[in-house]
Every structure is written in structure tokens, then in C-alpha cells.
């Protein structure tokens, strides 16, 4: 088996240093899809995908027919980034603009890495102390006529909901679904509004602070088969690294 190797650092696009704290996890996709490749170290056993960064770095091989692949992923200083149509061999150096607090968390999903009506762990952790903005979306690619995801905190973590962030948005139409507290419609998750008692009890959206639940899950309805794409989380750190 012939492998292609990638080796990636981030850095600070600051400072222009490389950033070396611990923490940060990424996924390696099919370029343009959200569907996870087969990773493998250098010495060509099997590597788990997500894989956990070390020291801000992102090591990995795959299959050598691959010409390009898609990163999404979370830093080490908690800002989201998604690198696409990336070549092994290519710049091996990315900048994380740590002093920009406002950030976007890309994450994928996928009818092939998930069972339908069971909760994912994505194994994508939110940085402890952000906020996420009650602007919640999703980018689907492969759609699926009848069927709808929701998605939150992992349920078995301390404070998780489910469907915390989004609940029931659609996977027919391919593009942006954006979730909604339309009184007829309700798709914005419960971790994200409170009640406005002010208001007869109408619901005002609201940023969720992230602590003990932290690890990102999803869930796709009973019969979701083709269906998948992008989590789109929006959000604050909670302090410049």
C-alpha cells in the first residue's frame, strides 16, 4: 500500500509563531464532501479519524490514488478552521488568527458515520467558557427527501441536550438551512432561547455559555439514508490565546 503523507503546523498569525499548546482536534474529508477518509500513520496502521492534534500539528496519510482532501477542525486556541483541496507536499504552514474572537465551527456529518435515530459523538469538543450565537445553520451537500437532523450537546455529558442547538431541520434541499423560533415552526435548539415572560412566554434567542457539555452530537430521523453535510456553529471566545 502506497501512502501520501501530510504534515501541517499552525501557527500564530500574529506573532508568526507556531502555535504549541495542547489540545485541538480535526477530520479529514473527501475533498468537497463531509464523508470522513481512511487515515493511517506513517507506518501504515490504521489512524482514528477525527484525529486529536499534538502540539498544533496535523500528521496524518492516506491512500496515495487521493489527490486532495478537506480539513475541518478545531485549533488548539479554540478557533474553527476548514482547509479545502489541500495537496501533500503543498504549504504546510496555516495561520490561526488568535486575536480575533469571533469564530465559526464547521462541523461535518454523515449518514455513512452515523446510525440513523441514534445520537454521534462528532468527538469535536467546543473550548470550555465560548459562547454560541443563536445563528445556527446548516450547509447540507447530499440530501434526503424526507428526513431531518437535530443536533446539540452530547446528551450523556453533565447539562447535554441533544438537540440543544437545532432540532428537526430539514436534509431536502441542498445548501443553507438555517434554524428558526418561528411560532409555526420551531427549529432553533432550547440550549440557544429562553422563554420571554415579558411576552406572553415568546421565545428570545440567546448564546449558549459552553462548560461541562462541551462534545458536539447529532442525530438523523428514522430512515436517513443519503443525507449529509455541515454543522454550522457560530460563536465568541471566551479570551484571546
Known amino acids: 500500500m502506497n501512502l501520501k503523507i501530510y504534515d501541517i503546523q499552525l ?11 495542547a489540545g485541538g482536534m480535526f477530520q479529514v474529508c473527501v475533498a468537497g464532501s463531509p464523508d470522513k477518509l481512511t487515515l493511517y500513520n506513517d507506518d501504515k496502521t490504521s489512524l482514528a479519524n477525527p484525529v ?7 500528521h496524518f496519510a492516506v491512500d496515495a490514488d487521493l489527490d486532495t482532501v478537506d ?21 504546510n504552514e496555516y495561520p490561526i488568527n488568535t486575536q480575533q474572537r469571533l469564530t465559526s465551527w464547521v462541523i461535518p456529518f454523515s449518514h455513512a458515520d452515523s446510525t440513523d435515530n441514534t445520537e454521534k459523538d462528532t468527538g469535536f469538543d467546543l473550548p470550555v467558557g465560548a459562547l454560541v450565537f443563536p445563528q445556527v445553520a446548516l450547509d447540507v451537500v447530499d440530501t434526503d427527501a424526507t428526513e431531518t437532523i437535530l443536533f446539540g450537546t452530547l446528551s450523556s455529558e453533565s447539562g447535554g441536550d441533544a438537540d440543544g442547538f437545532g432540532v428537526g431541520l430539514s436534509l431536502a ?3 443553507t438551512v438555517k434554524a428558526t423560533l418561528l411560532n409555526s415552526g420551531v427549529t432553533l435548539g432550547a440550549q440557544l432561547y429562553v422563554q420571554d415572560s415579558a411576552n406572553a412566554g415568546d421565545k428570545a434567542p440567546e448564546s449558549y455559555v ?11 430521523s428514522a430512515g436517513t439514508d443519503t443525507g449529509s453535510g455541515f454543522i454550522v456553529l457560530n460563536g465568541s471566545l471566551a479570551n484571546i490565546v
Not at 474553527?80 to 489541500?86: I, M, T
Not at 459552553?210 to 438523523?220: L, Q
Open 11 to 21: 501557527k500564530d498569525g500574529f506573532t508568526g509563531e507556531i502555535i504549541q499548546s
Open 52 to 58: 486529536s492534534m499534538v502540539r498544533g500539528r496535523l
Open 71 to 91: 480539513i475541518h477542525g478545531i485549533s488548539p486556541t479554540g478557533h474553527g478552521f476548514s482547509l479545502r483541496g489541500l495537496k501533500p507536499g503543498g504549504n
Open 173 to 175: 434541499t441542498a445548501g
Open 210 to 220: 459552553v462548560g461541562t457539555a462541551k462534545s458536539v452530537s447529532y442525530t438523523t
